[in-house]
Structures are given as C-alpha cells and as structure tokens.
C-alpha cells in the first residue's frame, strides 16, 4: 500500500481506501505519524529561531522540503492538542510514540504531553516511503536533562534494528553506483544528500545489525563506512565493519580528518569529502596502516 500511494502521488492519481481500517490493525499509527510530520513542516516555517539553526548547519531549503525536516515546538502539548482536534485517539498517539504520560498516571486520569518538544525534526520513513517515526535534534536552550539526539520508541510500525535513516531515497541510487556510503547521523545523511552522494544512508541511533545488512544487499555487496574521525568513530566503524563482513559484504572505510564528521567536512570542503570517499580503502587495508603507524 505504501508503495502504491507513493507511485500515486507522482501520477497524481487520487487513492480510495478499499480496504476496511479493520482489517488494518496499524493503518491509524500510519495516518498519525504522518499528521505528525505535516504538523512539524508547518511549524518550522513559524520559528525563526529552528530555521537558523537549520541554515547554520549549511542545510538548503531544497533540502529541507525534500526530506521534509521540520519543528517540534516547546511547548509540552502542542502536538497533543493539534492530533486530538483532528479526531485521533490518545491511545494512537502513545501506540505511535508520539506522547508519553506523566509518570504514575499511566491511567486515564494521567496528563500526557509530547515526547519531541524543541527539536528539529527528521521524518523517518520504510522502504515503501511510508512515515514510520521521528528523529529529533535538540535546538535552543541545552537542557543537561534532554538528550541531544532522540528518536521515536519501537512501535508496531518502527524497528531500530531494521530500520535505516534515508534508505527509500538512497536505494535506487545505490544500485545504480553499486555501492553505499554509511554514516551516523540525521545530518550527516542530509549533508551528503544534499552534496549529491544521494547513495548515503545512515543507522537510527542503534548499533548496526545484520538486517540492515540484509537491506542493504538487496542492492549492493559494497559498503563505504563514513563515521566520525574520532575514536569513539572509529569504534563504532569497527563494529559495523565486522557485522558487514560477517554477513559477507566487502567493507571500505572513509577516511575523515581527526575531529570531523562528514557534515562539518562537507560544509567546510565539499571536494575534500569527495576525496575521502573516492579513495575509500578496504577495511583490512585500512586496519593494517592504522597499527603500523600507531606502532612507530
């Protein structure tokens, strides 16, 4: 169904539903994650405050319409309200991960209030194109309780472990060029997209699984990691590299200069992200140098 109705919105052709919502038991989580992602485009077009930050980020508006980023406001029942006037249930929102209650009152006596508040918002999407979750940037005042980055809970509709950020835009692009370029983070993906490597996908704040490798596959053998240039990057790169292999995959790390990710790589020089990507090195190479030049 997902993929019908993203062929019909290109076609321009008007869906009916024929299928009873009955006999679709997550059909409402589909409808109110995708109310959910309207709502926050409109409310970033409203703070001016989000919109820098997104611009500050080198992020363009092309960019920003094409993966549809918006806004959570601050306030605590915002979408709440917006979700309960356009006829959806409480119980949907919390089946959806979009409301929380309050501690203790998890019966119909408690007060619920949103679970992104002050976030530039990422829509994530499944293979068909269908909005699935949410990946939130915190924005503004830091708050030594929030979490920077935070993401939508599992749901009937959302698994971490099977899920990669930008995957529906990039699976067309990745076999055509025969291979993809794995990064970290919302904007690390979005960057690269923007910068035309639209082969770029990215993990959803978990670690990386063998079903992702399995998504991937589907399309291409060969896998370019492309994680922080730190040592917690590094880490995380040889994790995933293992995984990749294990599955039988040929892995190549990119090379980023110490202290980079590839989105602040990207803005400051677009033509030396390219470099590292174009001479990417198997992960067994890349290993190899490394040790030999920690041990002199």
Sequence with gaps: MGALKMLAERAGVELERSVPPEKNPNGALYDIVENARHFFVEQLEKNADAQAYI??????PETVKTFSIGYAPAEWRQLYDHLTKAGFRESDMLAAGLIKR?????????????????????????????????????VGKEDEHA???????????FKKSETLYGFEK???????HDFSILV????DLVMAHQAGFTNTIAVMG??????????????SNNLAIALDGDNAGFASALRTSKIALGSGMDVKIVALPDGKDPADLIVE????????????????????????????
């Design 184 to 187: 970290e983070g919302q904007i």
């Design 102 to 138: 309050k501690e203790g009152n998890e019966g119909t006596g408690g007060h619920p209030y949103d679970v992104f508040r002050s976030r530039i918002m990422f829509p994530v999407y499944d293979s068909s194109g269908r909005t699935v979750a949410f990946a939130g940037r915190l």
């Design 206 to 219: 978990t670690a990386f699984t063998a079903s992702h490798t399995n998504k991937i596959k589907r399309f």
């Design 269 to 296: 020089d677009k033509d030396k992200w390219r470099e590292c990507v174009r001479t990417a090195t198997h992960i067994v190479d890349f290993l190899l140098a490394k040790f030999s030049k920690e041990e002199v």
């Design 147 to 157: 979490p920077k980055y935070l993401n939508s809970p599992e749901t009937p509709i």
């Design 170 to 176: 990039a699976k067309g692009t990745i076999r055509k």
């Design 55 to 60: 611009t500050s980020r080198g992020i363009s």
